[in-house]
Every structure is written in structure tokens, then in C-alpha cells.
DNA sequence: GTTGAAAATAACTCAGA
DNA sequence: TCTGAGTTATTTTCAAC
């Protein structure tokens, strides 16, 4: 990972569909170096995939909610299983595991507060692990695409 | 929003840098059509964009954390100027402006677990607005990259 | 909307620096 | 590791359906 790895990866992260050439346009380098540079990275799993960023809306997402979750006992079994059941919702965005206060953190999307009201109730109060989750509504969200290297640890 | 649409979406969600062609030769149609339909996708603001999926650790980001964070008073200008401090901060991917017992909640990812401290004490602790704050380490996320659109409220 | 074929661009390969 | 020219493939346009 030099500067220009580091460069590559900034474009990438921000316009993921502009033509090879275009890249190494804006690096200043050959198209070929460019490429072999981009495969490079691909190859030692530093870019790990490409996706188009879709608006919510469309599809049929307008709620957007994030549910904190605590489960009992905390075993590694309770803690795969809840996640595996969790991240196979399809309201369930991301399923972060957590240390501290709260043991899971779901983010999910719906199509309105009804169906918001269903998830709780008909998906998750029927897990017998769960022993308490907290819903807070998304009302804004601001996201960096690219978010940059930092500097290495000392 | 057809049903070729929605085909067109998940299969960009999952891979954003596939060639238009292969595209098209998924969905049984032809290349032009194709191209056609995702401008459309695009001028009608269902493509947002397209983005790389990069591996935190190469970019020196080995630490990942959830904060969720009270301010007050809960003025529009409190919530505002929050949201634009922590969404211009370095360390911070994503900003969430919530309803119900957290006021924010910020997904930051930084080199190590002093960056960490020195972020909640040098960066958060100064702010006058914030009357409390809670840490959850991310030990495991689990994202899904290409949501399906949800059938559509009734 | 959709298509196929032509023209314009870009990707990819590879030998040499 | 980088480069540039040659080959292969794709994108893009557009007239017709």
C-alpha cells in the first residue's frame, strides 16, 4: 500500500465505474500500470467488491430503524445462531456483534412502521435468546464513501 | 420500476463493475436496452452511485466502534451543527440522526484502541452539546450488499 | 421500449526499458 | 515495476421496428 495504491483505492471508493483509462488519466500513469495495479489490489484482498448504491425508496425501504439487542447466555452457540438468523432476514441490512452494553446491533429496512411493527413482534420477540431490544428510528443519515487511509499505528 | 428493473438493480448491487454486456446476456436482453435502462436507473436517482467495498485493514483501520451519543437541547441548530462536526471527522464512516433514547449514533473506524480513546476524549468530549455518550466495540458485521426491493405497502 | 449493426473507446497482452 | 503499441473486446450511437 503506497501513495498510489492509496490514490487508487480513494477513486475507486468514490466512482467505482470510471473506465481504467480514466483512472490513470487522473493518476498520471499508464492504463496498463493502472491495471495491473487495480488487479493487484484485488488480489491481495484489499478491494473486496463493487456495489451500486441504490435509493431506499425504490425499493420500497422508507423506514429505516436500528435495533440493539441483548441476548442470554452469551455463548458462542447463542451468538452464531442469533447472528445467522439475523443477517438472513431480508428487513436485516448489516448485523454488527458487539462488546460493551449492547451484545447485537441490527440495521434494518422496511417498507413502512407497520411492517417495522412486524419485524419486532413477529420476528424477533419469538427468539427465546433475546432478553430485551431497543428500536430507534433512522430519521437521517450521512455516509462517507470514501473514507481515506490512515496514518499506521506506531 | 419493473421487474427488469429490479433484476438490473440487484445484479449492479452485487456487481457494481460487471461490463454492460454480461449484463445484458443475464437478463436475456440486449446490450443497448440494457444500457438504456440503467441511464434511466441513473437519471432517476434510483443509482446513486457505484463504490468500492475496501478492507478497512488496508487502509489502517483495525478498530471499528459504535457510539451513540445524547445532545441537548434538541434544537434543530444543535442537531445540525452535531451531525456536521462528527460526519466531517476523519475517523467517523457513518452518521445516524435518530428518534427514541439516542439522539445520534456515529460508526468510526480507526487504527487501534488509543485512537479510539483519544477520539472519544479529544474529539467527542469537547463538545458542549453532548450530555453522554456509550462505546460498543464492532467485533463481526455481517452486511448484505444487495437488498432486494420489498413488495410495496398496500 | 427495443433491437442490431456500425463507429468510437476501452481493455488487455506482451515485449522491451 | 513501468511503459506503449498492437490486438481483442466493449461501449455507445442511431436508424428502424
Redesign the pocket.
Known sequence: MDE?DSAIVRLLQTDARQ??????RQL??????????VR?LTRRGVIRGYHADIDPAALNRGVQALVSVQVRPLSRVVIDGFKTFASGLPEVLHVFVLSGGDDFLLHVAVQDLDHLHAFLTDRLSKRGEITGFRTSLIFQQVSDTAPVRLPAPD
Chains 1, 2 share one sequence.
Open positions: 498510489l473506465s481504467n483509462r480514466e483512472l490513470a498520471g500513469i499508464a492504463p496498463s500500470t493502472c491495471l495491473e495495479r493487484a
